[in-house]
């Protein structure tokens, strides 16, 4: 999960880089077919042609829709909102899918976990500053990107071992190419600055996204082994890494440096997301042991 985070990060300070020279449908064709090309050559020869037929597996396209719908929304955040903000604002993904979990899965939830909850919401909007000068409506967008997020992980899980990594990859650049394709003619008309008009990239662009395309294969690979093969309890607080290689790298690459109140809110993001782990652990244990107990009976 550390592999995927510093690999996230760096395609997102690539990403964001570029941003400032190209449009964003034009930077995911760009980054999507190097990730396509590089997705393809691992699959035949890791896993072997044969194995692209998993790419129809049902949970596999809807990971990859999720997946792939981050993609136009968070380049966009990209042309708006340092790096950092960005990055510590999707960290709040597991307390929706612990909210997602009351709904979907019937869960009960505790006092505790809630109160983790709202000690890391309280973090965002420390980060956000809603009603401030210094607030930006496309941190919304960030809010609805980590609820993607939660969907993406939800599937993630229901794959399991129908279909190899690779092909995961290589499903979610296929979708998300296709996606920035056909929200192109939707999101032009609206004059927003990162759905320009296409232009002629130059060369140092265009190998940007190319790199970006292939950090984006890595860090989906190592992203969905993690979560696929992990305990998710013990899997899970290492994302929070792509946190500190977001701060780092905004600012060695971009000079943008976050406030004293924006820090303590990402410190509470992730003070509260370790604590619910933590609880989820403990629940885990506790269940498992009622379960050997009532075996044993």
Not at 259 to 264: E, I, M, R
């Given at each position: 999960?550390?592999?995927?985070?510093?690999?996230?990060?760096?395609?997102?300070?690539?990403?964001?880089?570029?941003?400032?020279?190209?449009?964003?449908?034009?930077?995911?064709?760009?980054?999507?077919?190097?990730?396509?090309?590089?997705?393809?050559?691992?699959?035949?020869?890791?896993?072997?042609?044969?194995?692209?037929?998993?790419?129809?597996?049902?949970?596999v396209f809807w990971r990859s829709l999720f997946e792939g719908s981050v993609g136009p929304m968070i380049i966009t955040c990209y042309a708006f909102l340092?790096?950092?903000?960005?990055?510590?604002?999707?960290?709040?993904?597991?307390?929706?899918?612990?909210?997602?979990?009351?709904?979907?899965?019937?869960?009960?939830?505790?006092?505790?976990?809630?109160?983790?909850?709202?000690?890391?919401?309280f973090g965002v909007l420390l980060i956000i500053k809603p009603g401030g000068d210094a607030f930006q409506p496309m941190a919304l967008v960030v809010l609805?990107?980590?609820?993607?997020?939660?969907?993406?992980?939800?599937?993630?899980?229901?794959?399991?071992?129908?279909?190899?990594?690779?092909?995961?990859?290589?499903?979610?650049?296929?979708?998300?190419?296709?996606?920035?394709?056909?929200?192109?003619?939707?999101?032009?008309?609206?004059?927003?600055?990162?759905?320009?008009?296409?232009?002629?990239?130059?060369?140092?662009?265009?190998?940007?996204?190319?790199?970006?395309?292939?950090?984006?294969?890595?860090?989906?690979?190592?992203?969905?082994?993690?979560?696929?093969?992990?305990?998710?309890?013990?899997?899970?607080?290492?994302?929070?890494?792509?946190?500190?290689?977001?701060?780092?790298?905004?600012?060695?690459?971009?000079?943008?440096?976050?406030?004293?109140?924006?820090?303590?809110?990402?410190?509470?993001?992730?003070?509260?997301?370790?604590?619910?782990?933590?609880?989820?652990?403990?629940?885990?244990?506790?269940?498992?042991?009622?379960?050997?107990?009532?075996?044993?009976?």
């Open positions: 999960m550390m592999l995927a985070s510093a690999c996230f990060s760096s395609n997102d300070i690539c990403t964001k880089i570029a941003v400032q020279y190209l449009p964003a449908p034009e930077i995911i064709a760009i980054r999507g077919g190097t990730a396509f090309v590089f997705a393809f050559v691992l699959v035949c020869f890791v896993h072997g042609i044969s194995q692209l037929k998993t790419i129809a597996n049902r949970n340092p790096l950092a903000t960005v990055t510590a604002v999707m960290q709040v993904g597991p307390f929706l899918g612990m909210i997602a979990g009351i709904y979907l899965f019937k869960e009960s939830v505790g006092w505790r976990r809630w109160c983790a909850a709202f000690v890391a919401f609805a990107i980590a609820a993607v997020g939660v969907g993406r992980d939800i599937q993630s899980r229901k794959i399991g071992n129908a279909a190899p990594p690779f092909v995961v990859s290589l499903a979610t650049t296929m979708t998300g190419t296709m996606l920035a394709f056909l929200l192109t003619p939707i999101m032009q008309p609206f004059g927003i600055r990162a759905w320009g008009p296409w232009l002629w990239p130059d060369l140092h662009s265009f190998l940007l996204c190319c790199l970006a395309g292939v950090l984006m294969v890595l860090a989906n690979t190592f992203s969905f082994l993690a979560f696929r093969t992990g305990d998710m309890s013990v899997v899970s607080p290492f994302r929070y890494f792509y946190l500190f290689f977001a701060v780092i790298g905004g600012a060695i690459v971009f000079s943008e440096y976050p406030d004293l109140l924006s820090l303590f809110g990402m410190a509470l993001i992730v003070a509260g997301g370790i604590y619910l782990l933590h609880r989820e652990r403990l629940r885990a244990k506790h269940a498992a042991a009622i379960a050997a107990v009532s075996a044993g009976q």
